[in-house]
């Protein structure tokens, strides 16, 4: 049977809403050169890297043109997963297991105070029927809410108690800037930018980078006594027209799920995951998106939340890191929920770290109106 | 295979992306010194000693921090040369780029790598690989790599 | 356990200047289509979706997205590989990465641009580096001649030598009906062609084109059990980026990126004498003189012979090593494909499918793919 691929090492550098000091190169080489000083390794043990980034996030026509010298990449085999840090995972794990590689290194990076986010996002919308109407994610978000509390009987309040849960658990956590201690009132009283959804509920631009490495089992033992192995991965893509989508539903979201599942063999999700990292970029995704990863039936994400089993003190934490929402950029956010659920397999996730032991967590991440792509992944400590 | 005579229709965006491009630390210190000082740096591996134009934070094969900078230039020989005749629409500001020009890559004295910068001649019978150039700069500066006009030959 | 992949169906799109008829989506499907009806296929068969392209250059941010009802990725595991002119080759080794790790049993992986929506030259020079190459970048055009200017100087190489490459090229596209260009030309017609940037003559620079490439890599349980074609094994890839400016790199006098991509491959392959051991290659070649500094970086003669190679002949459809069968992408280029182009082309020699352009008994075959700063990706493939 094939080796299995593990998670040696990580480094996050603090998210922030513009980091005027850094260049794009400053951002991802403090990551990457912070990791390998960390485990010890030296660049000639790195064999490839797998990044992740946007042309459109960063302004430039091939975005990981700006990083290769500070990412390894010199005379070295690099390939950009333009989408979500979770899928740039899972491709760095097919390359190690394809038996060519056996060690990874995935970067994330984006800038995005260096762009028109408004801009940016419309340009994801087909020229054709959906740019003209000025849609962007957040009003595309908005538009899924509205569906998803329609169809559920939901009430905006519980989303707004989901959002302002994050944000105040965000504020354990040093690397991100959207932490503070936040009531459902705060929430609704907050500027409302597409009805349903207010300013608080709904992801903030940030600059960051972070990195993880990867290696075979072979040689893993090298550099951690705590090897975080990967058991299971699934991708799976919606329908494109918010049109053809039923909206209530996260339908990509629950075949991910069931492939990482059925790799990883867990047959009840709600008891054999010790801990979610999912990338919330708005409130709703909160109660939407442990329904269709089967942590609970349909309609039901809101009494999970109010039930407490989902804090962080909680019987299965939900993104005790504060999220997305707590203030991560795109791309960065979904590799940084995989290497938040390492840490807290590690017991090393400080302020942030849950008391129960966690053996497995679960890592979700997605790019695209309305989360069209979605890739989960199971993490283990055995 | 194209179907024939049905009338094809299109949309037009045009589209207008601004971005501000963070220089961050090092690179604004590269363009404070053209437009303060008339003085051109490059940033050296603290490894290999290569002194690196564009300054950046890493030598890519030592993997290693650049760690000091070191004045370079304004001399420095003509490596590569071009005389550019097409016209085409420039993105930096949104109108066709006049022709014709002349732009080359020059290793200018004390450095490793190669700037990409105009030059003052546009006839490809005056420019010749290894010919000795100098950095003109603008009277108005502002910060930018524009505040070098372009390369001159010397002599 | 590393297992063997093998690309068992390809598919193109006839290129062209501007397609009018077909939006993004339908341009693919159009490739993707014709790729399932090569490989005796349905849909339903493929398990993951693998794709990529510039995005800048038609405009649209997350393309993949759009394009799910014409790639078939609905429902699928589907990946966004975006390398900038490498991409095609990217995509193609994302799919043996997809295979040989064991997940997937079908994979199919494509490489797209429709030129014609947006402004090429815009959307290149919006690549180079915003703080110092844009405001003197001049698209592809102006890198290669920047780099022509330097290899002449250094070995001797003449624009005659040049031309020879572009004559070659597209003297073979008349055999290839997916082509763009088809239309033979002498070795006059070049050097009096419209001057862009000294050296670079109009009929030295690849066109650009609308065109969508398709190809499907399987393993080998599912290629014997499911397909009626003898499969192109990848037998080495290896793929090599380097330093982010173009005034970094020793450009054309040293193609490094891929002299250190060759000898992984090669090494990888077993190949000790290229010339000899490659039975034909589809080397990306954005213009005349990049194929002659191919040439010696990929060890075919010695760096700086590249002219006297092409003088030989060895790289003609008659000689030791034809070398762009198909025409090369001096007479297609549809960015996000091209290299994938190169890597269909060769498993299509290597299965005896390309028609009036093949080589007789090809059985190993050499693919590059070019883009971002000089990078390259190299894939050899065995014929079964």
Redesign the interface.
């Known amino acids: 049977m094939s080796e299995r691929v593990a998670i040696v090492g990580y480094y996050q550098s603090r998210c922030e809403p513009e980091k005027r000091e850094d260049h794009i190169t400053d951002l991802v080489y403090e990551v990457t050169s912070g990791l390998l000083n960390k485990i010890g390794m030296d660049i000639s043990e790195v064999d490839n890297i797998v990044s992740c980034s946007q042309d459109f996030l960063d302004g430039r026509t091939i975005s990981n043109r700006t990083i290769p010298e500070v990412e390894g990449a010199y005379l070295k085999s690099e390939a950009k997963v333009a989408g979500d840090g979770v899928q740039a995972v899972f491709y760095g794990m097919m390359r190690i297991l394809s038996g060519k590689y056996k060690t990874c290194l995935v970067v994330a990076h984006a800038k995005m105070s260096e762009g028109a986010q408004n801009v940016i996002a419309n340009a994801m919308f087909d020229p054709f029927f959906q740019r003209a109407l000025g849609l962007d994610e957040t009003i595309a978000g908005a538009m899924q809410a509205r569906v998803y509390l329609e169809r559920y009987g939901i009430s905006e309040e519980k989303m707004a108690l989901a959002a302002a849960k994050a944000l105040s658990q965000a504020e354990k956590n040093a690397l991100v800037f959207r932490g503070r201690k936040t009531t459902k009132e705060d929430v609704l009283n907050s500027r409302m930018l597409a009805s349903p959804l207010h300013e608080l509920e709904v992801f903030a631009p940030a600059d960051g980078a972070c990195a993880l490495m990867l290696a075979t089992e072979s040689v893993a033992k090298k550099w951690t006594s705590s090897p975080v192995w990967l058991k299971g991965a699934g991708v799976s893509m919606d329908r494109y027209y918010l049109g053809d989508r039923d909206l209530a539903e996260a339908r990509a979201l629950t075949e991910a799920a069931s492939k990482a599942y059925k790799m990883a063999d867990i047959i009840n999700p709600a008891s054999e995951i010790d801990l979610v990292e999912l990338s919330d970029y708005f409130s709703y995704q909160l109660l939407q998106y442990p329904e269709a990863l089967g942590l609970c039936g349909a309609g039901e994400g809101a009494s999970l939340i109010e039930s407490g089993k989902a804090d962080a003190d909680g019987e299965q934490p939900v993104n005790p890191s504060g999220g997305v929402l707590g203030g991560n950029p795109l791309c960065v956010s979904g590799l940084n929920r995989v290497i938040e659920a390492t840490k807290q397999i590690r017991r090393e996730a400080g302020k942030c770290q849950v008391r129960k032991q966690v053996k497995t967590a679960l890592a979700q991440g997605s790019y695209g109106p309305c989360g069209q792509n979605q890739c989960v992944m199971i993490l283990s400590a055995i | ?3 024939t005579g049905i009338e ?1 229709l ?2 037009k ?1 045009p ?13 604004s210190f590269f ?1 404070r010194a053209l437009r303060d000082e008339k003085k051109i740096y490059g940033r050296k591996c603290s490894r290999c000693g290569k002194v ?3 300054p ?6 030592c ?1 290693a ?1 650049t760690n000091e900078w070191v004045e370079v230039g304004p001399e420095g020989i003509l ?8 016209s ?5 500001t949104g109108k066709k ?1 006049p022709v014709p020009y002349g ?3 020059i290793k200018l004295d004390n450095a490793s ?6 030059l003052s001649e546009s006839d ?1 019978k005056k420019l010749k ?2 010919m000795r150039v100098t950095a003109v700069f603008n009277e108005e500066r502002e910060g ?3 505040d070098i006009k372009w390369f001159k030959p010397v002599g | 356990m590393a297992r063997r992949a093998g690309i068992i169906g390809t598919g193109q799109t006839y290129h062209k200047s501007k397609r009018r008829d077909v939006n993004i989506v339908e341009l693919i499907y159009e490739a993707v289509s014709s790729c399932l009806k090569d490989a005796e296929l349905d849909i339903a068969d493929i398990d993951a979706v693998i794709i990529g392209n510039m995005e800048h250059f038609e405009g649209v941010y997350n393309a993949d997205l759009w394009a799910v009802d014409g790639t078939g990725a609905f429902g699928k595991h589907a990946i966004k590989i975006t390398t900038g002119g490498t991409t095609g080759a990217s995509v193609a080794h994302a799919g043996f990465y997809h295979i040989a790790s064991g997940m997937f049993e079908a994979v199919l992986c494509i490489g797209w641009e429709k030129q014609s929506d947006g402004d090429t030259t815009a959307g290149l020079i919006f690549q180079s580096d915003p703080l110092f190459e844009r405001a003197t970048m001049s698209g592809a055009i102006g890198t290669f001649a920047l780099a022509a200017s330097e290899y002449m100087n250094k070995f001797g190489i003449t624009e005659e030598q040049a031309a020879k490459v572009a004559v070659k090229n597209r003297g073979n596209a008349l055999k290839n009906p997916y082509a763009h260009l088809r239309k033979a030309i002498t070795v006059e017609d070049v050097l009096r062609s419209t001057p862009l940037a000294y050296p670079i003559k109009l009929l030295d620079m690849c066109p650009t084109s609308d065109g969508a490439c398709a190809i499907i890599v399987a393993s080998e349980e599912f290629a014997r059990k499911k397909s009626p074609n003898k499969p192109a094994w990848f037998k080495a890839l290896a793929t090599r980026h380097d330093q982010p400016f173009n005034s970094d790199l020793p450009l054309l006098i040293n193609m490094r990126s891929l002299q250190s991509a060759a000898k992984e491959a090669y090494a990888q392959a077993g190949i000790i004498n290229p010339l000899k051991e490659i039975d034909v290659a589809e080397i990306y070649e954005p213009c005349t003189f990049a194929e002659l500094s191919w040439y010696e970086a990929l060890g075919f003669c010695e760096l700086g012979g590249g002219g006297r190679l092409m003088d030989s002949g060895a790289t003609e459809m008659s000689g030791e090593l034809p070398v762009n069968p198909s025409g090369g992408v001096i007479s297609t280029n549809c960015i996000g494909a091209t290299a994938l182009i190169r890597v269909a082309e060769a498993a299509m020699q290597v299965m005896g499918k390309a028609g009036e352009h093949q080589v007789p008994g090809a059985k190993i075959a050499l693919a590059t793919g070019f883009g971002g700063s000089f990078w390259t990706e190299i894939t050899i493939l065995e014929g079964d």
């Open positions: 295979m194209p179907e094809l299109e949309i965006c589209a207008n992306y601004p971005y501000n491009y963070s220089a961050g630390k090092l690179l363009f690196y134009i564009p950046r934070p890493a030598c890519g094969p993997f921090p490596e590569c040369f071009t005389v550019v005749y097409f085409f629409l420039d993105p930096m780029r732009y080359g890559l790598t190669r700037i990409q910068h105009f490809p690989v290894g930018k790599l524009s």
